[in-house]
Nanobody
Framework: QVRLVESGGGLVQPGGSLRLSCAAS??????MGWYRQGPGKQRELVAR??????MHADSVKGRFTISGDVAKNTVSLQMNSLKVEDTAVYYC???????????WGHGTQVTVSS
């Protein structure tokens, strides 16, 4: 019954901005975040939000900002100054408070191209 639904992906030019949102349901979570997988690359952590704070990968620090309310099962990712190398499928992730199970959304495509 756990479900994560992402929205906000699309095509933007280098230097542009995009905002991703995720709504989860079906459990109580201790953390939510965003991962991405680019062409020929492994899935990597982009940003994570807990009930007390957040962290961002070095590759996006200063450009991306995660926000939301884990207690309300929502998280967003504001992406500014987008680069071609940010092109990837972005996945919403949630970790349950009990058992620390990982749940995943289906992903949303972000393409940065001129």
């Amino acid at each position: 019954q756990v479900r994560l639904v992402e929205s906000g992906g699309g095509l933007v030019q280098p230097g542009g901005s995009l905002r991703l949102s995720c709504a989860a349901s079906g459990s109580i979570f201790e953390a939510m975040g965003w991962y991405r997988q680019g062409p020929g690359k492994q899935r990597e952590l982009v940003a994570r939000l807990t009930r007390i704070g957040s962290m961002h990968a070095d590759s996006v620090k200063g450009r991306f900002t995660i926000s939301g309310d884990v207690a309300k099962n929502t998280v967003s990712l504001q992406m500014n100054s987008l680069k071609v190398e940010d092109t990837a499928v972005y996945y919403c992730n949630a970790v349950s408070l009990v058992g620390e199970y990982n749940y995943w959304g289906h992903g949303t495509q972000v393409t940065v191209s001129s």
